[in-house]
């Protein structure tokens, strides 16, 4: 009563055919804090979100902003009303620049009703500056990398001049230095009175940032408290609801024969000159800021972007892959880091799904076999703990981190010899993080190597038997496992 | 309250779902219902052999559409493929009847059949590998069709043929034209194959979601181009029979079959955005959209206003397939 409310919730439940998304949930959030939104893949974190946002309309249960009831129709009504999201899969209009996008919906006019273009571009600059990243305000979005995508999406937020802000997992896909920026944007918009809603699966950023941390578990409310009053254990067992074993269940594998080497890699412009290797039944990773070449450099190993000078030996064999079809016939994979267009097709269900870079392992003779597209899919499912209504169901109706787990599963089935992740947990919660490091000691164990990319320093440090670090396309470093400190990565990257 | 509150809802998809996949059918019920109230003779066999004569020749060129479609893509080229390809035929067989041993009618279909595929090739070609949008490759292919057929024909009809080909379109099985066993088995076939076959779910896979299905190790150029080769395949196919069953071949054959063609697929189910849907649907589609024409002729309704209202109902089926993808955001 004594407190001071900005958003009221009271009772709220949302169906879908087959899962009760939402389930009487209640919580309040105090003006001007950083509120946090926790709980597994699946929990109705996004639902509850697009309820504020207009997106979808509840079922059951009261919404007070300001203390005024609301029931936005629209995103447009939220919007007005002061509330601005930047949700989980991003909503940019791709082909537009940066500027456009961030003044979507109110474009500046100038003298005689025309785009006011140069005034446009300098306040977006001005709103990109302020962040301190560095994104050309005419570039197409589409030209921008997944995280630089995501700073667009909060500057745009910023821009809308709101109340609420809502961020639902905006740091999935940021490394360090571009967390600590959004730290400061976050912190610096509650100084002034904003408040925001954060949702993330790292469990850190919470203790640095929030204020107070509601808990969602199975679409029910099991808790809201202030950050200060609980531990990072405490808060996984109340959203998983048991405890969890080891953070980074790191199993050391037998080490083997040397299974890639690439040698003095250049790819004009992105990569210089990179020569490394691994060996069976190690998991190497691959560290660096956005935009240092990670994901280039897998790409040119496995065949999708021309190499321009160098080699890469597979098993000890010189290779060239011409596709990346080729590559994956050699015994490697890619997990892509964009999950909603490279990852899945998000109108096909999740077996299908599932069995697409594996098509052989269900085709008899010739002929697609329905039984073991639906067996493999429920095996698969089952060992990743999807949450999903049916094995019919498509995908784009599945939990942002239960999508990843498709993903993830997809390559689990092809069993590549030599598996590249990039950023293979974005988005999935503690558990299934744990159970995904768990899919990795088993593949090394099996005399596989994995190649992880990540921004999650910790889980690099966690996982990885040596890394190596890229910056602006140089490889500038190699660690082994016991010699590697987040200082001295970082120390390498800058 | 929220157990009936679900089960409700679980009723209602189930139902939204069942009248999406048999819309066409649902649509062809209630338009015979109403057309046999107002003519006579609509509900007669011989009416239905002809809508299903009819239907023969437009649905097998709508299955290539459908095709091409599920790729995510789109061909104009489809008509004039009909129209060269039934004209070559037709000069290559009136040549025939000079002198018979040069071209026997059986090697003709199968020039005739490789010329559609050739076409289709064209059109793949030049948008999955030289990248090309298929808008632009496809509607040059429609005017190198048209204009081809125009030249080798002098844009004069051709007619009668050696019997040897009268199978395709004028001969019966029973009371069963043959042509339209034809069509239903393509359709059968057609509807394994791209549920059954690696080639079937790849074309989906690469209209469902092209980096995708790239990042899934499918050749998507390869897909994408499969895609119009067949389409130009099943085009020539479509123009045999139209030549068999008219016996008589004229530019202006197979024109606007492209467009009848998006108009079957998209009733019977197959989306735009490419992906989604089911091959047999666009058979219904065709059934659909054929039965409309007919029933309004015998309606007497003027041809001109047929051809605007043709028009609406492309326009409608589009409109259609927009609500359906929005609805699912
Ligand atoms: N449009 C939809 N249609 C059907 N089911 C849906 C839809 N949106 C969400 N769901 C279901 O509702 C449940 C809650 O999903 P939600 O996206 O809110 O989870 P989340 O807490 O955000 O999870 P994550 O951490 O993985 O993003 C899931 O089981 C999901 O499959
Ligand atoms: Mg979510």
């Not at chain 1, 009563?1 to 009487?24: C, H, N, R, T």
């Not at chain 1, 190497?284 to 972007?305: F, K, N, P, W």
């Amino acid at each position: 009563m004594d407190k001071d409310y900005i958003l009221e919730i009271e009772g709220l439940s949302k169906g879908f055919p087959g899962v009760q998304a939402l389930d009487k949930v209640s919580f309040n959030v105090e003006r001007g804090t950083i509120h946090a939104l926790v709980g597994e893949n699946g929990a109705g974190k996004s639902t509850l979100i697009k309820i504020l946002a207009g997106i979808y309309r509840a079922d059951a249960g009261n919404v007070t902003l300001n203390g005024q009831a609301i029931a936005f129709k629209t995103p447009h009504e939220a919007r007005v009303a002061g509330i601005s999201v930047v949700h989980q899969e991003m909503k940019l209009a791709e082909p537009l620049s940066v500027a456009e996008n961030l003044f979507v919906g109110g474009i500046l006019t100038g003298r005689g009703n025309l785009v006011d273009w140069k005034e446009m571009r300098r306040r977006a600059k001005e709103i990109i500056d302020n962040l301190g990243v560095e994104i050309d305000v005419r570039a197409p979005v589409d030209s921008l990398t997944v995280a630089k995508k995501q700073i667009v999406e909060v500057c745009r937020a910023v821009n809308m001049n709101c109340k609420l802000m809502i961020m639902d997992e905006p740091s999935a896909t940021l490394t360090d230095r571009e967390l600590e920026i959004l730290f400061g944007i976050a912190k610096k918009l509650r100084g002034e009175g904003i408040t925001i809603i954060y949702i993330s699966h790292r469990l850190d950023e919470i203790f640095n940032l929030a204020d107070n941390v509601t808990v969602l578990r199975d679409g029910l409310m099991v808790n809201t408290v202030p950050v200060r009053d609980v531990t990072k254990r405490r808060l996984i067992s109340m959203m998983v609801g048991r405890e969890l074993g080891l953070e980074y269940p790191k199993e050391a594998a037998q080490i083997g024969d040397v299974l890639l080497e690439v040698k003095n890699l250049v790819r004009n412009g992105v990569l210089h000159d990179i020569s490394f290797n691994v060996r069976q039944g190690e998991v190497l990773g691959i560290s660096g800021l956005v935009g240092s070449g990670r994901t280039e450099l897998a790409r040119a190993i496995l065949g999708i972007d021309k190499i321009d000078s160098g080699e890469v030996y597979v098993r000890g064999k010189k290779k060239l892959y011409r596709s990346f079809r080729e590559a994956i016939k050699d015994g490697l994979g890619l997990i892509p880091e964009d999950r909603k267009t490279q990852g899945l097709v998000q109108i096909f269900s999740v077996k299908r799904n599932i069995c697409m870079v594996s098509l052989d392992k269900i085709i008899k003779k010739g002929i697609v076999s329905a039984r073991l597209e639906q067996q493999y899919g429920e095996e698969y499912a089952k060992k990743l703990r999807i949450m999903t209504p049916s094995m019919n169901t498509q995908v784009q109706y599945l939990s942002g981190g239960n999508q990843q787990k498709v993903v993830v599963t997809k390559w689990m089935m092809q069993n590549s010899e030599i598996l590249f992740m990039d950023e293979p947990t974005r988005g999935i919660d503690v558990g299934a993080k744990t159970e995904i490091y768990h899919l990795i000691n088993d593949l090394v164990k099996q005399g596989k190597t994995v190649i992880m990319i990540s921004s999650e320093m910790p889980e690099i440090l966690g996982m990885c038997d040596r890394i190596v670090i890229l910056h602006e396309g140089k490889m500038v470093g190699e660690l082994m496992r016991d010699e590697a400190t987040q200082e001295r990565i970082m120390e390498k990257c800058v | 309250m929220s157990e009936t509150g679900t089960r409700g809802s679980a009723f209602l998809t189930k139902m939204s779902q069942f009248s999406k996949e048999y819309m066409a059918i649902i649509a062809i019920l209630i338009m015979s219902v109403v057309f046999t109230l107002t003519s006579p003779y609509f509900l007669t066999w011989e009416n239905w052999k002809n809508i299903l004569l009819q239907t023969s020749t437009v649905s097998v060129a709508a299955m290539g559409q459908a095709i091409v479609l599920l790729t995510g893509n789109f061909d104009l080229s489809l008509g004039r493929n009909v129209a060269f390809t039934s004209c070559l035929g037709a000069i290559l067989m009136k040549s025939t009847a000079l002198s018979p041993n040069i071209w026997n009618p059986w090697v003709v279909i199968l020039i005739m059949l490789a010329m559609g595929t050739l076409i289709g090739l064209c059109n793949g070609v030049l948008t999955a590998y030289a990248g090309l949008p298929a808008f632009i490759a496809t509607l040059g292919l429609q005017n190198v069709c048209y204009g081809l057929a125009k030249l080798i024909t002098n844009a004069t009809p051709i007619a009668t043929f050696p019997n040897s080909i009268a199978f395709f379109g004028r001969r019966y099985f029973g009371p069963m034209p043959w042509c339209v066993l034809i069509m239903i088995g393509l359709y059968i076939l057609a509807q394994f194959l791209s549920t059954k076959t690696r080639l079937g779910r790849n074309i989906y896979a690469v209209g469902g979601g092209k980096e995708a299905a790239f990042f899934s190790g499918i050749n998507v150029k390869k897909y994408t181009c499969l895609g119009f080769v067949i389409a130009g395949f099943l085009a020539s196919f479509s123009g045999v029979i139209l030549m068999s069953r008219l016996n008589s071949v004229a530019i202006t054959n197979g024109q606007g079959y492209e467009f009848d063609a998006v108009i079957g697929s998209i009733i019977g189910g197959v989306s735009l955005a490419g992906g989604k849907g089911k091959i047999i649907g666009t058979l219904f589609g065709s059934i659909f959209l054929i039965t409309l024409f007919n029933g309004m002729a015998q309606l007497h309704v003027d041809p001109f206003v047929q051809d605007v209202l043709k028009g609406f109902v492309l326009l409608a089926a589009i409109g259609l397939d927009v609500f359906r993808n929005r609805k699912r955001a």
